[in-house]
């Protein structure tokens, strides 16, 4: 757990650390996404280049002029930022395209993070994806989205209370998804049966310490700033492509869960029934899971380890 707790602290620093050199670099040119909302809103005007130096740079064959903004300037900057942040995020309820955008980069981002964790503590390099197409893995996409839905509007409360809240949200969520994975498609992703201070198959102390960080850190440091930063959609395109990316997804989880099922009925020699059920066996037959899901086990138990 000790490993894991660092692990996850040292990648949300050097995130934090990479976020923060880029806020800086851009407040100091009077450049970014944010810095053009604060002008098309009136946050700030165009007063704020006045004093700046400019400087010229050439880019594939195109000159640009850049300004570099004074010590001054860009305090009026950070500070017109705060005040836009805190506004937004007193007024602001999380709709479904933020929730969307919540899950998308949580399944990535949580796929990426665990491959290098069971690389760099298990010296192993498997696929750990979570649905057919794409890298995903929906479960962290889920836990992100259930973490916002429920902290958001206690986000203000004693930090133990939210650290409570979360290990009982990320415990539910283990239990749900692994008695279901198990009950429904003969299949196991993990087990902590092995470990002394288990409390089901699914659930265990110390991971349920480990949601509890997770959701503290979510809470305080990740969602606000999160939530701000995607906004609402701004242009048709934005809304075209967060809605297609919805009806893919949607229509990847169910392949997914067909997928399974019928890996499940498979291992009960039982035959397809009708011309999708054929079509599921021919396309992902049970070599193409094994490939694809190196992680989990379909009919047969997990070895008792830790996950």
């Known amino acids: 757990m000790f490993r894991i707790l660092v692990f996850v602290v040292l990648v949300f620093l050097i995130a934090r650390a990479i976020g923060w050199f880029v806020q800086k670099y851009q407040d100091s040119h009077g450049s970014g996404r944010l810095f053009k909302r604060m002008l098309s809103d009136g946050t700030i005007d165009e007063s704020v280049y006045a004093g700046a130096s400019w400087r010229e740079s050439e880019r594939f064959g195109h000159r640009r002029r850049r300004a570099v903004l004074a010590k001054e300037q860009r305090r009026f900057v950070v500070d017109s930022r705060r005040y836009l942040r805190n506004q937004y995020l007193e007024t602001c309820t999380p709709s479904l395209y933020q929730y969307i955008i919540i899950f998308l980069i949580a399944s990535v981002l949580g796929l990426v993070l665990e491959t290098i964790y069971t690389f760099a503590v298990f010296g192993i390099v498997e696929s750990r994806v979570g649905l057919v197409w794409g890298p995903f893995s929906p479960l962290y996409g889920l836990g992100a989205v259930l973490l916002t839905l429920c902290l958001w509007q206690v986000r203000e409360r004693p930090w133990w209370q939210i650290f409570l809240i979360s290990a009982a949200l990320g415990g539910t969520l283990e239990q749900c998804a692994g008695w279901s994975m198990e009950h429904f498609a003969d299949l196991q992703s993990w087990t902590y049966l092995g470990l002394p201070d288990h409390i089901?198959?699914?659930?265990?102390?110390?991971?349920?310490?480990?949601?509890?960080?997770?959701?503290?850190?979510?809470?305080?440091?990740?969602?606000?700033?999160?939530?701000?930063?995607?906004?609402?959609?701004?242009?048709?395109?934005?809304?075209?492509?967060?809605?297609?990316?919805?009806?893919?997804?949607?229509?990847?989880?169910?392949?997914?869960?067909?997928?399974?099922?019928?890996?499940?009925?498979?291992?009960?020699?039982?035959?397809?029934?009708?011309?999708?059920?054929?079509?599921?066996?021919?396309?992902?037959?049970?070599?193409?899971?094994?490939?694809?899901?190196?992680?989990?086990?379909?009919?047969?138990?997990?070895?008792?380890s830790d996950k």
């Open 200 to 304: 089901t198959q699914w659930i265990a102390w110390r991971f349920l310490a480990m949601w509890g960080v997770i959701g503290l850190v979510w809470c305080k440091a990740i969602m606000p700033e999160l939530i701000f930063r995607i906004g609402e959609p701004t242009t048709r395109q934005q809304r075209i492509v967060v809605g297609a990316l919805s009806v893919f997804m949607v229509l990847d989880i169910v392949m997914t869960l067909a997928c399974f099922w019928r890996a499940g009925q498979r291992h009960r020699d039982v035959p397809p029934r009708n011309p999708f059920e054929v079509y599921v066996d021919t396309h992902f037959d049970d070599e193409f899971m094994e490939r694809t899901f190196e992680n989990m086990e379909i009919g047969e138990d997990l070895p008792i």
